[in-house]
């Protein structure tokens, strides 16, 4: 079975500095991950996604990611934040399943972590 | 294209009372799911369709019913609701091709159950 833990579920940076926000996963097989972004009252948007491509990952809005298989690892970095960054983060862990001959993906997601970003 | 369109934006609904959430997807996509989203639990799947003609229940699936009607169209019915299903529902689509499961969302239904 597969499974998300994010970290931290709230994190709190300044305008202009970094953000760290910290996934490890479990799988059984070679995973496929995924950030999602979520402002307040929208639905979720896709920030970047690893598919056994290159370890690091560049996604939207400056945001990227390093799958690091020895650690089970997926964070997500910015080197500055910015005001518009402020919303919810879900790590997303994903198995290719097949059912009546089609393949689809079991998303498992983890619990979100909340970045607020001080002016 | 529209993408993964949810009607209702909001509800609310008295204990016991029955709805249906409509999802509709004009990617031509296989599959779809129906997750709903709690404060500090992610998206929890409901039921998925993994192809037109074809439903299976996810991780919570308890008073809740799903039918796939066409290849664009996925409904969830709540046939008695309860104050534990109030919640933001979540529907998704994925596929064909080399994207089998990245999931593209709608734009969820607030749903509050008194």
């Known amino acids: 079975a597969q499974s998300v833990t994010q970290l931290d579920s709230h994190v709190s940076v300044s305008e202009g500095t970094p953000v760290l926000l910290r996934c490890n996963y479990s799988s059984s097989y070679s995973p496929s991950l995924f950030w999602y972004v979520q402002h307040p009252n929208k639905g979720l948007q896709l920030l970047l996604k690893?598919?056994?491509?290159?370890?690091l990952v560049k996604g939207i809005n400056g945001f990227e990611a390093e799958f690091k298989k020895s650690e089970t690892s997926f964070h997500l970095t910015k080197p500055s934040a910015h005001m518009s960054d402020a919303a919810e983060y879900f790590c997303?862990?994903?198995?290719?399943?097949?059912?009546?001959?089609?393949?689809?993906?079991?998303?498992?997601f983890g619990q979100g972590t909340i970045l607020t970003v001080h002016p | 294209n529209a993408g993964v369109t949810q009607t209702p934006k909001f509800q609310v609904l008295k204990t016991g009372q029955s709805m249906t959430l409509q999802c509709a997807q004009d990617?031509?996509?296989?599959?779809m799911y129906w997750y709903r989203q709690d404060p500090g639990m992610g998206l929890r799947l409901i039921y998925y369709s993994a192809s037109e003609g074809t439903t299976d229940k996810g991780e919570v699936p308890n008073g809740y019913n799903v039918s796939r009607l066409n290849k664009r169209e996925f409904s969830l019915r709540l046939e008695s609701a309860a104050p534990s299903q109030t919640s933001v529902y979540f529907c998704a689509s994925s596929g064909p091709g080399l994207a089998y499961n990245e999931q593209f969302f709608g734009p969820g239904t607030r749903l509050t159950v008194l």
């Open positions: 997303v862990v994903s198995d290719l399943s097949r059912a009546g001959g089609t393949s689809y993906g079991k998303l498992t």
């Open positions: 990617m031509n996509h296989n599959s």
């Open positions: 690893y598919t056994s491509a290159a370890t």
